[in-house]
């Protein structure tokens, strides 16, 4: 019997597990990471938070200044940088399809702030935000 074979044994097993612990460590990064995302985005929406059933910013709006719109582009552009240099075939499936997610939102978020700019021709936004 060959008293070598129990050690490449192992070393195989320990090398196959190295992938799979990096993919997590990857992927409890990544989840801290959409975990922050929100955290931001509901301070930058403290109405969004409400209807999402956090109430830590009750009573709280939007800035809805031109100034604000422009932190709002700005804070869009930063988080659609940090997801997009991500590498989705570094995640799990379900996380790449998360990660997909957050910057289908992100990018449907500037397109409200640089091209609809609903805020500059609806004034109803304002009333809405007032009465809801």
């Not at 070393?11 to 992938?19: H, M, R």
């Not at 932190?71 to 240099?85: P, S």
């Amino acid at each position: 019997m060959n008293r070598r074979a129990p050690g490449v044994w192992l070393v195989a097993i320990i090398l196959g597990c190295s992938g799979a612990v990096a993919q997590a460590a990857d992927g409890a990064a990544f989840q801290t990471l959409v975990s922050d995302w929100y955290q931001d985005d509901f301070r930058a929406h403290p109405m969004t938070a409400n209807y999402a059933g956090f109430h830590d910013r009750d009573g709280g709006m939007e800035d809805v200044t031109v100034a604000g719109h422009e932190a709002e582009r700005r804070r869009l552009h930063v988080w659609l940088d940090k997801f997009g240099a991500i590498d989705p075939t570094t995640l799990s499936s379900g996380d790449a399809d998360d990660r997909e997610i957050v910057i289908g939102k992100i990018n449907a978020g500037l397109l409200e702030e640089e091209q609809i700019q609903p805020w500059r021709h609806d004034p109803g936004i304002y009333s809405a935000m007032a009465t809801e």
